[in-house]
């Protein structure tokens, strides 16, 4: 079993839709992150958190340590969130990648 | 404005040739790590280095080489022993320890063995 599973694989929506993309793990961590990969490759960091929820613009992260949970939600989706985003666990000195939910917003 | 610079964007070599992969940062993190990502699959870890002139083999380390002579620079070297070096590759920097504040991700090297 993979120690990190994110839900969906891909997921399409249309511009203005609500997006939740899920990400269960296995192993004890320290703090998950959630990425973002654009087509070009290059990775962005969008939050670390340890516990709780955090939020930046339309995006929010939340976690669950004890059901070992996190979720990425996107509030009126807009096609430039278009992208690859991966969930990663810190573990101790490495991180641990999901496989990433690939995100097409259709205008 | 800080960051991590990573060269060349694309880069083909021959079989059998070895090839480095550059990646500086001016962000003054002690810690620097290099992912290989194939599609598909969720990056893996090659090597990580949390300190200079010191470095640690990650997962798939195999047919490749590091150095860390400088804060900055953390350059990946890919072998002739390395079977598939075929990849997308990633480096990173965080600060490191208990005082990691998140990590800091180059915009990655393709690399195309012909």
């Known amino acids: 079993k993979n120690e990190v599973e994110q839900s969906p694989q891909n997921l399409t929506a249309q511009e203005g839709e609500f997006i939740t993309i899920n990400c269960s793990y296995s192993?004890?961590?320290?703090?998950l992150h959630w990425l973002q990969q654009h087509p070009g490759g290059g990775i962005v960091s969008l939050f670390m958190?340890?516990?709780g929820k955090k939020k930046h613009g339309r995006l929010i992260a939340t976690i669950n340590i004890q059901e070992k949970h996190s979720s990425l939600h996107i509030t009126a989706s807009h096609p430039r969130d278009s992208a690859v985003y991966i969930c990663?666990?810190?573990?101790?000195?490495?991180?641990?990648f999901g496989t990433g939910t690939r995100l097409q917003v259709f205008p | 404005d800080g960051g991590i610079t990573q060269s060349p964007k694309y880069l083909f070599r021959k079989e059998g040739q070895n090839v480095t992969l550059s990646c500086e940062q001016n962000?003054?993190?002690?810690?620097m790590y290099w992912y290989r990502q194939d599609p598909g699959q969720g990056l893996r870890l090659i090597y990580y280095?949390?300190?200079?002139?010191?470095?640690q083999k990650g997962d798939i380390a195999e047919g490749y080489s590091v150095s860390r002579e400088k804060k900055e620079s953390f350059p990946l070297t890919v072998t002739s022993a390395q079977k598939n070096p075929t990849a997308f590759y990633l480096c990173?920097?965080?600060?490191?320890?208990?005082?990691?504040?998140?990590?800091?991700f180059g915009s990655g090297t393709r690399l195309t063995v012909v």
């Open positions: 990173a920097s965080t600060t490191g320890g208990a005082s990691n504040d998140g990590y800091t």
């Open positions: 192993v004890g961590i320290s703090a």
């Open positions: 958190l340890s516990s």
């Open positions: 990663a666990l810190d573990n101790t000195d490495k991180l641990i």
């Open positions: 962000l003054n993190h002690d810690a």
């Open positions: 280095s949390q300190i200079v002139n010191d470095f």
